[in-house]
C-alpha cells in the first residue's frame, strides 16, 4: 500500500489569524440589518402576465382565439392589453 503525503508550500494557517477580534452579536446583527436595506432598495420588481397556462413578461404579444394581445405594466401589475387591429 502506498502512502501519500500532502506538502503544503509556504503556507501556514492558525487559528488565530481567522479570529483576531472578538465579534459581538449587535454587531453582526446591525451589518444584516444593512444588507438587509440595501437589498431591498435595489429589488426590482418583475411584472409577468398570464394566459391561464403560461407567465408571459412585458413586452410580449401574443394571440388567443384570433384577439392580439401585449403584455403591460400599469398601476403596478401588469395586465393584457388588446392590440386593436386598424380596419382600411
Not at 58 to 84: Q, S
Amino acid at each position: 500500500m502506498k502512502k501519500y503525503t500532502i506538502l503544503l508550500l509556504g503556507a501556514s494557517f492558525s487559528l488565530s489569524s481567522f479570529a483576531s477580534e472578538p465579534v459581538d452579536n449587535a454587531d453582526i446583527l446591525n451589518e444584516l440589518k444593512e444588507i438587509r436595506t440595501l437589498i431591498e432598495q435595489n429589488q426590482q420588481n418583475i411584472y409577468t402576465c398570464v394566459d391561464g397556462d403560461r407567465n408571459y413578461s412585458i413586452g410580449i404579444y401574443i394571440t388567443k382565439n384570433r384577439v392580439n394581445y401585449h403584455c403591460i405594466a400599469k398601476d403596478n401589475h401588469a395586465e393584457w392589453d388588446p392590440v386593436l387591429v386598424s380596419v382600411n
